[in-house]
């Protein structure tokens, strides 16, 4: 069984670092650029934002699960890099955190909160999907491509970004809209 797993874990480092290869030699000056202003927007600022965004808009349902499925994340991601602890892919771009934020390659929680507003999206009848797929993908890419994460750092990512909607809908399916917004430390009128 360990064999297996080690055999398993060899692959994704052989795959990661083919990855790593691929987008080092494409990068170009100004798709490094685009990359870096894309790659921003999966950023916790930029979650505090189209948090906010709900709110004002008024979109009681994304705003709610939005909160809960970021707050997961939040605490899934962190814990992870805490305990996992990967090194960066060699020759990155940027670290878009600085030398005091994130400390590990994996998980990447750019890719995880992308893809939890598509997934919310996907139920959404305020939110493109199509918009904030093609969002989430490029800024999934960009993780990689900048160098701050390796290509199983991403995909885990995305699966920890499905999972959290999946568990935000359940948990909602279960507890009222109303007594998450009751718990929130301001006055939520939604």
């Given amino acids: 069984m360990y064999a297996l797993i ?10 990661d670092r083919l990855a790593a290869e691929f987008v080092a030699a494409i990068r170009t000056p100004f798709l490094t650029e685009t990359m870096t202003s894309m790659t921003g927007l999966g950023s916790v600022t930029a979650g505090v934002v189209f948090v906010g965004l709900f709110y004002l808009a008024g979109w009681r349902e994304e705003f709610v699960k939005s909160v809960v ?5 939040g605490i899934v991601v962190w814990g992870l890099m805490t305990l996992v602890e990967r090194p960066f892919p060699p020759n990155p771009v940027c670290l878009t955190e600085g030398g005091a934020g994130t400390t590990s390659s994996f998980p990447s929680g750019h890719s995880a909160a992308v893809t939890a507003y598509a997934g919310i999206a996907w139920h959404s009848d305020e939110l493109p999907f199509a918009v904030a797929a093609g969002f989430a993908g490029l800024i999934s ?9 390796y290509l199983s750092d991403t995909i ?3 699966g920890l970004g499905i999972a959290a909607v999946l568990f935000a809908e359940w948990f909602l399916g279960r507890v009222s809209e109303e007594a998450i917004i009751d718990r929130l430390p301001f006055d939520a009128d939604i």
């Fill in 6 to 15: 080690g055999e398993t874990l060899s692959g994704v480092r052989w795959v």
């Fill in 69 to 73: 499925a970021l707050s997961l994340l």
């Fill in 141 to 149: 890419f960009s993780r990689i491509y900048l160098g701050t994460h």
């Fill in 156 to 158: 885990f990512g995305i």
